[in-house]
């Protein structure tokens, strides 16, 4: 009977054991996961502000050639894109004046460049009045845009910039500013620029569209990546680590420069989050993955 009761009490002591064991594990703080992430450091620098334009692509100099008689083709020697050489014969052409026969006449290149022109085909009538051909100069090409005039002030000749064409995404080109209109439009308030372009595999052709930035001053500022912007609605932030952890950190942006851009709101030095912002929240805990 005694090692009944005995029994009894030890059981009772490790129930009671167990229920103050769980009872302390419920009162322990639960440690939260930390989140990795990738961060970058702000940095203070001088910022190019640019200007983009769009512009459209012409000859540098185009000639166009004219018949001294009225007259009638009657051979072609070239078609448009073709490139030619000066005094090379384009066409033969005669005076069609009835019951009267002349010699052949020669319709020469009077330049070195390429046909963008051609008007006419054998048998058809000329006349002084119209041009036949039509010879550019495509090497260097010149790309025609508009500034507006609060911008006049800053274009200089001689001045790079970098061009982007439709055909070519992909390629950033190098121009040289080499003519400012002298008048504005009226219209518009614009003034036209000429940009020189080199194009010695004659890939660039007249009628080509693209884009061309233009450097119109500097100033000091803050830069971070793009991948530090978080954006909500009209909201840009970016999580600041701080003793740790990832602070929401609201911010204002200017001048954005290939793949970083101008925030005011943060100072030199600061470390943001460029990767993993999507996992985070203001205050979390944060583990910093090294490159």
Request: glycine share 8%; hydrophobic share 45%; charged share 20%.
């Amino acid at each position: 009977m005694l090692k009944k009761y005995i029994l009894i009490l030890i059981l009772a002591f490790y129930i009671f054991g167990c229920s103050q064991q769980q009872k302390t594990e419920k009162n322990l703080p639960i440690e939260k996961e930390k989140v990795a992430v990738k961060v970058t450091t702000v940095i203070d620098t001088t910022i190019v502000e640019t200007l983009a334009v769009t512009g459209e692509l012409k000859p540098s100099a185009q000639i166009e050639i004219y018949v001294k008689t009225a007259g009638l083709i009657i051979s072609k020697a070239v078609k448009v894109g073709q490139r030619v050489k000066k005094d090379e014969i384009l066409a033969e052409m005669v005076q069609d004046i009835p019951g009267m026969q002349f010699s052949p006449l020669k319709i020469k290149a009077t330049s070195d460049g390429i046909i963008t022109i051609d008007a006419i085909e054998v048998g058809s009538n000329v006349t002084p009045q119209r041009p036949v051909f039509a010879i550019s100069q495509l090497n260097p090409i010149e790309m025609v845009a508009k500034v507006a005039e609060s911008y006049i002030s800053q274009l200089k000749i001689g001045e790079m910039v970098h061009v982007t064409l439709s055909a070519f995404p992909s390629e950033i080109l190098n121009g040289r500013v080499t003519e400012v209109s002298p008048s504005l439009e009226p219209l518009s308030r614009s003034v036209t620029i000429t940009i020189q372009l080199a194009n010695p595999q004659g890939r660039l052709r007249p009628g080509m569209f693209g884009q061309a930035r233009l450097e119109i001053g500097e100033h000091p500022g803050l830069m971070i990546p793009l991948d530090a912007v978080v954006q909500t609605g009209v909201m840009r932030f970016t999580f600041r680590i701080d003793q740790g952890k990832a602070q929401q950190q609201m911010i204002e942006t200017g001048v954005i420069a290939g793949d970083k851009i101008e925030v005011m709101g943060l100072r030199s030095g600061d470390q943001v989050v460029v990767l993993g912002q999507n996992l985070l929240e203001d205050g979390v805990d944060v583990s910093i993955i090294e490159d």
